[in-house]
Nanobody, 126 residues
Framework: QVQLVESGGGLVQAGASLRLSCTTS????????MAWFRQAPGKEREFVAA????????NYGDSTKGRFTISRDNAENTMNLQMNSLKPEDTAVYYC???????????????????WGQGTQVTVSS
Protein backbone atom coordinates (compact mmCIF):
# COMPACT_ATOMS: atom_id res chain seq x y z
CA GLN A 1 0.00 0.00 0.00
CA VAL A 2 1.40 3.35 -1.05
CA GLN A 3 1.61 5.96 1.67
CA LEU A 4 2.81 9.53 1.55
CA VAL A 5 3.02 11.34 4.88
CA GLU A 6 3.83 15.02 5.12
CA SER A 7 5.29 16.61 8.22
CA GLY A 8 6.91 19.83 9.35
CA GLY A 9 4.09 22.29 8.92
CA GLY A 10 3.21 24.88 11.53
CA LEU A 11 2.57 28.50 12.40
CA VAL A 12 5.41 30.95 11.80
CA GLN A 13 5.88 34.67 11.33
CA ALA A 14 6.64 36.29 8.02
CA GLY A 15 10.31 35.97 7.12
CA ALA A 16 10.77 32.71 8.99
CA SER A 17 11.72 29.32 7.57
CA LEU A 18 10.15 25.88 7.66
CA ARG A 19 11.23 22.51 6.37
CA LEU A 20 8.59 20.10 5.17
CA SER A 21 9.22 16.41 4.72
CA CYS A 22 7.33 13.74 2.81
CA THR A 23 8.02 10.22 3.96
CA THR A 24 6.98 7.47 1.56
CA SER A 25 6.35 3.76 1.82
CA UNK A 26 5.06 1.07 -0.49
CA UNK A 27 6.73 2.51 -3.57
CA UNK A 28 9.98 2.14 -5.45
CA UNK A 29 11.12 5.61 -4.53
CA UNK A 30 13.99 5.79 -7.01
CA UNK A 31 11.49 5.24 -9.82
CA UNK A 32 9.14 7.93 -8.58
CA UNK A 33 9.07 11.58 -9.52
CA MET A 34 7.88 13.75 -6.65
CA ALA A 35 6.36 17.16 -6.17
CA TRP A 36 4.86 19.60 -3.72
CA PHE A 37 1.58 21.37 -4.33
CA ARG A 38 -0.36 23.69 -2.05
CA GLN A 39 -3.92 24.82 -1.64
CA ALA A 40 -5.07 27.94 0.16
CA PRO A 41 -8.68 28.34 1.33
CA GLY A 42 -10.96 29.18 -1.56
CA LYS A 43 -8.22 28.72 -4.14
CA GLU A 44 -7.21 26.01 -6.57
CA ARG A 45 -4.34 23.68 -5.81
CA GLU A 46 -1.09 25.29 -6.96
CA PHE A 47 2.21 23.85 -8.11
CA VAL A 48 5.10 24.55 -5.73
CA ALA A 49 8.06 22.43 -6.79
CA ALA A 50 8.89 19.14 -8.49
CA UNK A 51 11.91 16.87 -8.60
CA UNK A 52 12.75 14.04 -10.95
CA UNK A 53 13.29 10.53 -9.72
CA UNK A 54 17.06 11.00 -9.79
CA UNK A 55 16.99 14.52 -8.40
CA UNK A 56 18.76 15.90 -11.46
CA UNK A 57 15.79 17.83 -12.80
CA UNK A 58 13.91 20.36 -10.66
CA ASN A 59 11.11 22.83 -11.38
CA TYR A 60 9.62 25.56 -9.21
CA GLY A 61 6.43 27.52 -9.37
CA ASP A 62 6.79 31.20 -10.10
CA SER A 63 5.69 32.21 -6.60
CA THR A 64 8.24 30.04 -4.82
CA LYS A 65 11.28 30.25 -7.05
CA GLY A 66 14.31 31.59 -5.21
CA ARG A 67 12.81 31.04 -1.74
CA PHE A 68 12.00 27.34 -1.67
CA THR A 69 14.34 24.40 -2.27
CA ILE A 70 13.15 20.88 -3.04
CA SER A 71 15.36 17.87 -2.42
CA ARG A 72 15.12 14.13 -2.06
CA ASP A 73 16.99 11.33 -0.35
CA ASN A 74 16.51 8.12 -2.29
CA ALA A 75 18.21 6.12 0.45
CA GLU A 76 15.65 7.33 2.99
CA ASN A 77 12.63 7.40 0.64
CA THR A 78 12.06 10.99 1.65
CA MET A 79 11.48 14.29 -0.09
CA ASN A 80 11.96 17.67 1.55
CA LEU A 81 10.96 21.26 0.94
CA GLN A 82 13.04 23.98 2.57
CA MET A 83 10.97 27.14 2.70
CA ASN A 84 12.75 30.41 3.45
CA SER A 85 11.55 34.00 3.64
CA LEU A 86 8.00 32.87 4.16
CA LYS A 87 5.18 35.28 3.33
CA PRO A 88 1.55 35.36 4.49
CA GLU A 89 0.53 34.38 0.97
CA ASP A 90 2.40 31.09 1.45
CA THR A 91 -0.29 30.06 3.91
CA ALA A 92 -1.86 26.86 2.62
CA VAL A 93 -2.11 23.13 3.05
CA TYR A 94 0.95 21.60 1.45
CA TYR A 95 0.64 18.24 -0.28
CA CYS A 96 3.30 15.88 -1.56
CA UNK A 97 2.61 13.87 -4.69
CA UNK A 98 4.23 10.88 -6.37
CA UNK A 99 4.36 9.68 -9.95
CA UNK A 100 5.75 6.34 -11.07
CA UNK A 101 7.93 6.97 -14.10
CA UNK A 102 11.03 5.88 -15.99
CA UNK A 103 11.41 9.38 -17.35
CA UNK A 104 14.01 11.75 -15.93
CA UNK A 105 11.72 14.77 -15.91
CA UNK A 106 10.24 16.82 -13.08
CA UNK A 107 6.50 17.16 -13.62
CA UNK A 108 4.66 20.35 -12.72
CA UNK A 109 1.16 19.28 -13.78
CA UNK A 110 -1.11 18.14 -10.97
CA UNK A 111 -2.92 15.54 -13.05
CA UNK A 112 0.37 13.76 -13.76
CA UNK A 113 0.60 12.43 -10.22
CA UNK A 114 -0.66 9.05 -9.09
CA UNK A 115 -0.56 9.36 -5.30
CA TRP A 116 -1.08 12.14 -2.79
CA GLY A 117 -0.48 12.69 0.86
CA GLN A 118 -3.04 14.08 3.31
CA GLY A 119 -1.32 17.45 3.56
CA THR A 120 0.30 19.55 6.26
CA GLN A 121 -0.85 23.04 7.22
CA VAL A 122 1.53 25.96 6.89
CA THR A 123 0.37 29.27 8.33
CA VAL A 124 2.44 32.43 8.00
CA SER A 125 1.38 35.40 10.09
CA SER A 126 2.19 38.98 9.14
Amino acid sequence: QVQLVESGGGLVQAGASLRLSCTTSGISFSRTAMAWFRQAPGKEREFVAAISRTGDSINYGDSTKGRFTISRDNAENTMNLQMNSLKPEDTAVYYCAAKFTVALAAFSVMNAYDYWGQGTQVTVSS
